[in-house]
């Protein structure tokens, strides 16, 4: 039995130095585009750049496990909301450049009813304090744009917690307004108060 054997074909001159300079090629492609895809992750997530700087009874921020940025200007007293109550809130929100894109007094939010990450944060929070918050993209909106809120924003928030109920002791409330400017329950003669709620 013989063996025969195939020769090898030289290598044409130059040919390895193309072989890595193309290898070369397709690592720093490769790099560049998980550059990109960093770079635009690190652009949809917070900062410490975004917090007010602490003294003058402002606290260090927090970083949740979530991403989320929290730091009180002035602590509150008493529990803090849950899932099931609606927050009575000052607020006003700016995209990451300063850019303005809401403001409101005395508005009622459910803390399960809003964005994650501010949601989570009323949820810290404790009546009567002041705080600063930074939601990355992933807690806000996202890829959706929103009114004036380009995707992929990180939302910057300075909130005040006036006060927060039960979902049910609003509902009661509300009811209670409703049968007071319709003058009275239905049956309860016009003139004669209510009786009152156990």
Not at 15 to 25: D, E, M, P, Q, R
Not at 79 to 85: I, K, N, S, W, Y
């Amino acid at each position: 039995m013989s063996n025969t054997a195939v020769p090898i074909r030289p290598i044409a001159k130059g040919s390895v130095v193309k072989l890595w300079g193309g290898l070369a090629l397709v690592a720093a492609i490769a790099g560049g585009l998980a550059w990109a895809g960093t770079a635009k992750a690190v652009g949809q997530s917070c900062s410490s750049g975004l917090m007010l700087p602490t003294g003058n009874g402002i606290a260090k921020a927090e970083t949740s496990s979530s991403g989320l940025l929290f730091q009180t200007k002035k602590p509150g007293t008493g529990a803090a909301p849950t899932d099931q109550d609606i927050a009575l809130i000052n607020y006003r929100g700016t995209l990451a450049d300063g850019t303005e894109f809401d403001a409101n007094q005395s508005v009622p939010m459910p803390v399960a009813g809003s964005i994650p990450g501010f949601s989570e944060a009323l949820k810290k929070m404790q009546r009567g304090g002041s705080y600063h918050l930074c939601i990355p993209a992933a807690l806000g909106y996202g890829a959706q744009a929103v009114g004036p809120i380009p995707a992929n924003s990180v939302l910057v928030f300075d909130v005040d917690l006036l006060d927060f109920r039960s979902q049910a002791e609003v509902q009661m409330m509300q009811q209670m307004m409703q049968q007071q400017q319709g003058g009275g329950a239905a049956g309860q003669p016009q003139g004669q108060p209510m009786p009152e709620a156990p």
